[in-house]
């Protein structure tokens, strides 16, 4: 089954030419042939099609790839939000409460949520999302955490290494023995990266290493969270193991900059932390004109950062961040794909995934210039219409 989608005012491809690394195409047309993308480029041009899609002058742009989430999770934290609000400062170990309510919610419960917190997703462009544990901290839960993403994604992530569980919070090495031991042996088979929150308050840096090398020794590839609370080593340790991204990166010393400038690894911002725990926001205009390679996501969790929209993170980066709207969509797009070492998606390409948003909108400026209206119209997951 083949579909045309034609009269279309505005393609983002994100195949860079020499002078627009979003490649964007006006007046186009996209042709999906079963689960992939066949052909784009002008409508004038475009070949026959078992079903042709009129766009009616809007624009199209690449699913979303959200590449940091953590959607199996009991509870919320909506009490320490307004707390927030009120005054008191963000800190790591609010997270225990979430492990709480993770390990007394059923496997049942945590799948239906799951699945609710993805239809959200998909209602609003996200076509690719990875997900991390991290809310069990003991061996069964985490397997457990794994296992049901896995049912939903192949990019799992494995973060055992959130923080030190209450049980363990005078012997962090021994959780480390733990996490690098018997809990990694039950969540490799269900993952594809291994996290660690290296951050005061969490892991250090010899703890963090420890969990990398763990994880890489058994065939995960390492991904890092760091610097979000305050200036630390962790953005070097990433550089330095061959992360595929280090994710917050708030705060950034030049030589952090330096690094990544000068490396593979994405620095995947996540505007909905700052919004919601008032810390500063990254400066990307700095990290982009620095080189960087930046992607932005969601981070949807129930402490820092409760939202799963996209278009609300672009347009927050937009506004607040000194990304352009071209920009922030590549970043939520290929930037994405790019911390997920993906190629077949994030892009509109022939032989990538047919993964497309067709936006109620002529431009994608509007996702950001519209800020809070929902401006997805149509959403095609793996050459599938599914909204």
């Known amino acids: 089954m083949s579909t045309l989608i034609t009269n279309i005012a505005e393609v983002t491809t994100n195949v860079p030419t020499r002078d627009d690394?979003?490649?964007?195409?006006t007046d186009a047309a996209v042709l999906i042939d079963g689960e992939r993308i066949a052909w784009v480029g002008p409508a004038a041009d475009a070949p026959a099609a078992d079903e042709v899609v009129d766009?009616?002058?809007?624009?199209?742009?690449?699913g979303f790839v959200d590449s940091h989430s953590h959607l199996v999770f009991g509870g919320d934290r909506a009490a320490e939000f307004e707390a927030r609000m009120a005054g008191q400062k963000y800190a790591?170990?609010?997270?225990?409460?979430?492990?709480?309510?993770?390990r007394a919610s059923?496997?049942?419960?945590?799948?239906?949520?799951?699945?609710?917190f993805l239809d959200e997703m998909l209602a609003q462009g996200t076509t690719t999302?990875?997900?991390?544990?991290?809310y069990g901290l003991s061996v069964a839960d985490e397997e457990r955490l794994v296992r049901l993403a896995a049912e939903v994604t192949p990019e799992v992530t494995?973060?055992?290494?959130?923080?030190?569980?209450a049980e363990y919070a005078d012997r962090p090495d021994e959780?480390?023995?733990?996490?690098t031991g018997p809990m990694l042996d039950a969540c490799a088979p269900h993952a594809k990266w291994i996290d660690v929150f290296c951050e005061t308050g969490a892991f250090t840096v010899a703890q963090s290493r420890r969990v990398l090398e763990a994880g890489i020794a058994r065939g995960l590839a390492p991904r890092v969270h760091a610097s979000q609370l305050g200036p630390g080593e962790g953005v070097r340790l990433a550089v330095e193991l061959g992360a595929a991204s280090i994710d917050h990166g708030t705060y950034l010393a030049d030589a952090d900059i330096d690094a990544l400038a000068g490396s593979d690894t994405v620095l995947t911002l996540l505007p909905g932390v700052e919004f919601s725990t008032r810390q500063p926001y990254p400066n990307a205009?700095?990290?982009?004109?620095?080189?960087?390679?930046v992607a932005l996501a969601c981070d949807t969790n129930p402490g820092s950062s409760f939202t799963s929209s996209m278009p609300f993170c672009i347009a927050v980066a937009v506004r607040d961040m000194g990304m352009t709207p071209a920009e922030a969509v590549w970043a939520a797009t290929a930037g994405g794909a790019k911390a997920l070492r993906r190629d077949d998606v994030g892009v509109i390409a022939p032989g990538a995934r047919a993964d497309l948003v067709l936006l109620k909108a002529p431009t994608r400026i509007h996702l950001a210039y519209r800020p809070g209206v929902p401006l997805v119209d149509t959403v095609w997951k793996d050459g599938r219409e599914i909204r």
Not at 107 to 116: A, C, H, N, P, V
Not at 129 to 134: D, H, L
Not at 285 to 293: C, E, M, P, S, Y
Request: aromatic share 4%; glycine share 12%; hydrophobic share 45%.
């Open 21 to 25: 690394r979003t490649g964007t195409l």
């Open 106 to 116: 059923t496997d049942d419960e945590l799948r239906t949520r799951l699945r609710g």
């Open 55 to 62: 766009a009616a002058g809007r624009a199209v742009i690449p």
């Open 175 to 179: 959780y480390v023995d733990l996490v």
């Open 158 to 165: 494995f973060l055992g290494a959130h923080v030190v569980p």
């Open 129 to 134: 999302v990875e997900i991390k544990s991290g």
């Open 92 to 102: 790591a170990g609010g997270i225990r409460s979430t492990v709480a309510a993770t």
């Open 285 to 293: 205009r700095r990290l982009i004109d620095a080189g960087v390679t």
